[in-house]
Nanobody
Framework: QVQLVESGGGLVQPGGSLRLSCAASGSIFSINVMGWYRQAPGKQRELVAVIGRGGSTNYADSVKGRFTISRDNAKNAVYLQMNSLKPEDTAVYYC?????????????WGQGTQVTVSS
């Protein structure tokens, strides 16, 4: 059984910063791409940022220059540093990973962590 557990969400004022963390646990052979997605009320889930095992990254245009994704392969963890937060960044943030736990890769999701940007 593989689990992804996020932490680090909360309430922050516009212009503030938050750091999200996500750790994968369980029977894990290897992890390929890891990423962060978000879903705001009444909207579809959207990609925020992804990172390959070698460190290559891709960001949504709306967060470029403000958010930074990183990972620690030894800890099976991925992080999202969010700076200059805006009210429109308010959403539930989900961690995602392409994880090999039994000979093939499957998509796994965390339970989500709420980020609220408000004064």
């Amino acid at each position: 059984q593989v689990q992804l557990v996020e932490s680090g969400g909360g309430l922050v004022q516009p212009g503030g910063s938050l750091r999200l963390s996500c750790a994968a646990s369980g029977s894990i052979f290897s992890i390929n791409v890891m990423g962060w997605y978000r879903q705001a009320p009444g909207k579809q889930r959207e990609l925020v940022a992804v990172i390959g095992r070698g460190g290559s990254t891709n960001y949504a245009d709306s967060v470029k220059g403000r958010f930074t994704i990183s990972r620690d392969n030894a800890k099976n963890a991925v992080y999202l540093q969010m700076n200059s937060l805006k009210p429109e960044d308010t959403a539930v943030y989900y961690c995602n990973g392409a994880i090999n736990s039994g000979g093939y890769y499957s998509d796994y999701w965390g339970q989500g962590t709420q980020v609220t940007v408000s004064s």
